[in-house]
Each structure stands twice: as C-alpha cells, then as structure tokens.
C-alpha cells in the first residue's frame, strides 16, 4: 500500500479492512458521501444507522461531486491502460448526464 491508512473495523459480521483512501479528504458531506456510494455493503443502511442520519437529498451535491471524481479517476487508469479509454468516456459522460439532469 502506498499513502494510503488501512482501518481494521470490529462488526456484527467480523473484522474488515478499510481503506480511507476516500475520507477524511473535506467535509462531512463528502465522506458520508463515499459511505452511501459504496457498493462494499449497504450504505443507505449504515446511513441510516448513524445517531444523526443524512438523507440521500441532503448528500446529493457530494454525491454527484463523488460521480464526477469517480468519471475523471477512470482517466487516470486509461492512462496505464490505454484500452479502457473508451470505458472511461462512459463513465465520464454517464456522470456528467446524471449531474446535469439532477441540477435541473
């Protein structure tokens, strides 16, 4: 692992490894934000678990924002593997149409 923090997490389900690679990076929007987005486990869920629970209208400016980032990383990727270059105009397009529609 390279400038990253692994977290071991005690849960109902056993121990699991974290990478914070996507926290703890600005306010509290964005995290909660990468929390929801994650298709680890439920995030609506643990979301809802929360003593303060957000609801999904008040994230949508971090969760387009997390669309958005998630659209520009696959650049970065295609840059090492030129192949997925088309894959990274999808994704990039579908956020920004998503985004788009969701500020009209």
């Known amino acids: 692992m390279r400038n990253g923090v692994l977290l071991l997490l005690v849960t109902g389900e056993g121990l699991r490894w ?37 609801d999904d209208a008040e994230l949508a400016p971090f969760l387009w924002l997390r669309k958005l980032y998630a659209g520009a990383c696959w650049f970065v990727h295609a840059a090492r593997e030129p192949a997925e ?5 999808r994704r990039l397009a579908a956020a920004v149409g998503e985004v788009g529609a969701g500020l009209r």
């Open 18 to 54: 974290t990478d914070l690679e996507d926290t703890s990076r600005g306010p509290r929007g964005w995290d909660l934000a990468s929390l929801r987005a994650t298709a680890r486990l439920d995030g609506r869920a643990a979301l809802d678990a929360m003593p303060d629970p957000v």
């Open 85 to 89: 270059l088309p894959e990274a105009r």
